[in-house]
């Protein structure tokens, strides 16, 4: 995903390369259950890890504008793909 690799950079350039063996970590734990979960699903998984490293960031670099960018970015991923999980609220009157 473009928006992971996107994410191991900018901890690059804020000095935080020991995020990036968790981010990789996760990435490969996940990917074991996309033949079981699918791949949709797995991703979900994946930016919602993203979002939360990213939240943490742009509490520690609040000025920082690639953080809040990004983060914008992969939490509109995250929701477009989480919508397709959601099931839709049945009517409980129809006329």
């Known amino acids: 995903m473009e928006a992971l690799e996107e994410l191991k950079t900018l901890c690059r350039e804020l000095g935080e390369e020991s995020l990036i063996p968790r981010i990789e970590s996760f990435i490969t734990l996940n990917k074991e259950f996309e033949s079981k979960k699918?791949?949709?699903?797995?991703?979900?998984?994946?930016?919602?890890?993203?979002?939360?490293?990213?939240?943490?960031?742009k509490l520690k670099y609040p000025e920082n504008e690639k953080v809040r960018s990004l983060l914008e970015k992969v939490s509109t991923q995250r929701k477009e793909l989480d919508a397709k999980f959601r099931k839709p609220k049945p009517p409980i009157f129809e006329e």
């Open 38 to 57: 699918g791949k949709d699903f797995v991703e979900v998984s994946i930016l919602g890890f993203a979002e939360g490293i990213l939240t943490t960031l």
